[in-house]
């Protein structure tokens, strides 16, 4: 895979630095899967460089992610059977039937990767502006370390719009802390990025307009540590959060994330894997605008 169509890969500074543009600005780099399995073999291909020592991972246009693609042109063609159905939906449990499918499909493509590139070896960084919502969550987390612009706002809506539990890769208690975690799920409501620095979950907030020019200057002082220490670094953050129950709440949350599917199913006599309409919920059209979660604020 020399060239991307969803993504732009380039390497800086005598090739320490590896930059990965999601590259779908007019979706708000939504997700879908022709997008992911190009990020993985990118973060892969990241990783297997020797000469790369930091991965920046940043959004084109005005967001960094709007989360998963519910239902573009381009999402559409990747599902259809057919000649230009992406080649995964015919393998990872793409040919079994029921709940199976969904499980073995999402388990491969939006947790098992989320947590392979959360254990990359090298050091990551998200520079994230604009959207963050719910997948685009999860991608920012995998990263070691978050620095924003000052557009950036964070919102997991899956809860109060599609009516599950959050998205697969289930981080949200270490990000937000459990109680903040639980109000920003129930509510739909959204983090400001002073808020998200304010709780650690952000490292740097960066002028509108310079995120990009920072982000690399911030990249230079990390890529001038050796190598091992940097790594060590890491992993010695990384099992102590394992050790803490990190890995195995991400399994459990995701077994529940599937359940809530299997529930919507049963609930809409197979017709839908989520809340829609049909089933009582509100069409995106209909659903509360996200607005910042504010102190005095019900």
Known sequence: MSEYRWLLYDVTDDGTIATITLNRPRQRNAQHRGLLVELDHAFLRAEADDAVKVVILRGAGPAFSSGHDLGSADARADMTPGPGQHPTY???????????????????????????????????????????????????????????????????????????????????????????????????????????????????????????????????????????????????????????????????????????????AVASEGGAYVWTPEAGGLSYKDAEPIRPAERSRP
Not at 94 to 104: D, F, S
Not at 127 to 150: F, K, R, S
Not at 203 to 208: D, E, G, Q, T
């Open 90 to 264: 015919q393998a990872y449990g793409g040919t079994r039937t029921g709940v199976e499918q969904l499980w073995l499909q999402e388990w491969h493509f939006f947790l098992r990767n989320t947590r392979r590139w959360r254990d990359l070896r090298k050091i990551t960084i998200a520079a994230v502006q604009g959207q963050v919502y719910a997948a685009g969550l999860m991608l920012m987390w995998a990263c070691d370390l978050i620095v924003a612009d000052e557009t950036a706002e964070f919102a997991d809506v899956v809860g109060a719009r599609l009516g599950m539990c959050g998205v697969e890769y289930f981080a949200h208690p270490w990000e937000f802390g459990p109680r903040k975690a639980k109000e920003l799920l129930l509510t739909g409501d959204s983090l400001t990025v002073d808020e998200a620095y304010r709780l650690g979950m952000v490292s740097k907030v960066f002028p509108a307009g310079r995120l990009e020019e920072d982000t690399l200057a911030f990249a230079r002082r990390i890529a001038r540590l050796p190598g091992p220490a940097a790594l060590m670094i890491k992993e010695a953050v990384n099992q102590t959060q394992d050790n803490q129950g990190f890995y195995n709440s991400l399994q459990a949350a995701f077994t529940l994330h599937e359940l809530n599917h299997a529930h919507w």
